[in-house]
């Protein structure tokens, strides 16, 4: 039983009281009630499956092997007594340096060779998210703004926002051009910031995106960093889905941008990356700050005490990124796996009448469900998402909750279950489709 405690009025901190970190938005409610009934084949063949997890599993099997056969990798080596001691004692801020060359390499191995690393400028964070925040702590002040492009990831309402007291000002970008940032919505952001009196410190891009599941074109990019330089700003490139891109050539790093200009003006760019997505190891907590700016190095390397990897982990990643038949097999492997799911599922939708996004990346897809909206409202939206939610039981991400300017779009993952389970869902939407126009079909007879 619950020890129940009396909780007198006490006062916290402004971070504690704040509201700022997105909990009450639908993308976290529809985990809860996934949580509370969750879809199991056998025991709850009823319940809600989850598709609002943007996670890799297609590919797990590949690494459950690699560990099977490389036993090194977790047992310390040869010499596991010396080799335990060497990994359990103090490690630096700077993390291993072969686990650092190793990562310099796979992030060059999924660009294929068009962008190179410098292991020295790696600063390892556990996670993302951890990234994300800590470059936000360096670049901006409490009450200073990043732009960033809509629709985006809603965890950024977190990450960037609620312990660092930094803005988020939207880069407006809506359907009528396939959601593409333009320098028109770049400039308008920027002028709203001004007559807010709020000063910008940098821009925020996901290449690829959550939750659109498509890459930004050269041109794009070119004219965001143009934009940046223009503004003395920052350009923060997340690119943690860059492994998961299913046509590789369509993918441009912004570090392939800075290595045709011979990196001028790259001391305001950072990139942020991570292994949860591409390897599917969310739970090894791996992510990096790779930065062209000296002083952000250091002064992420010193920040990252507070949100360090694990040697453990780091030795293990060391090994098997090192392993270059393994990395280029698991790449290629995995790129075919999620381009045959992405495929599955956008045939799937079809089936049922409903229309995506031309995705090329990640894992998910942006549906678009706008057509049954009655009036293109986000009350509307939010009302079929719930009917989504307790009557079809599927938990996918409306477009509201990513900031999204049109009613009716939704992230809807489809890498974090089996094959199976993808088709129990798509029946469960072919069938909603179904009872939809037959009740219309029934109503309009009247």
Known sequence: MAIEIEQPSIGLSRVAASNTHGEDSPYFAGWKAYDEDRYDEITNPSGVIQMG???????????????????????????????FRENALFQDYHGLQSFRQAMASFMEQ??????????????????ATAANELLTFILADPGDALLVPTPYYPGFDRDLRWRTGVKILPIHCDSSNNFQITTEALEAAYKRAQAMNTRVRGVLITNPSNPLGATIERKVLEEILDFVIRKNIHLVSDEIYSGSVFCPSE????????????????????????LSKDLGLPGFRVGTIYSYNNKVVTTARRMSSFTLVSSQTQHLLACMLSDRKFTENYIKTNRERLRKRYQMIIEGLRKARIECLRGNAGLFCWMNLSPLLEEPTMENELALWKRMLHEVKLNISPGSSCHCSDPGWFRVCFANMSEKTLEVAL????????????????????
């Open 110 to 127: 999924i660009r294929e060779g068009k962008a190179t690393f410098d292991f020295n400028r790696i600063v390892l964070t556990a996670g």
């Open 427 to 446: 029946k469960r939407i072919h069938n909603f489709m179904e009872q939809r126009n037959w009740n219309r079909s029934l109503s309009s007879s009247h």
């Open 251 to 274: 993918f441009v790093s912004i570090a392939e941008i800075l290595e045709a200009r011979n990196y001028k003006d790259a001391e305001r760019v950072h990139i942020v990356y991570s």
């Open 53 to 83: 997890l943007a996670e890799n599993q297609v590919s797990f099997d590949m690494l459950e092997e690699y560990l099977e056969e490389h036993s090194e990798a977790t047992n310390w080596g040869k010499n596991k007594i010396s080799g």
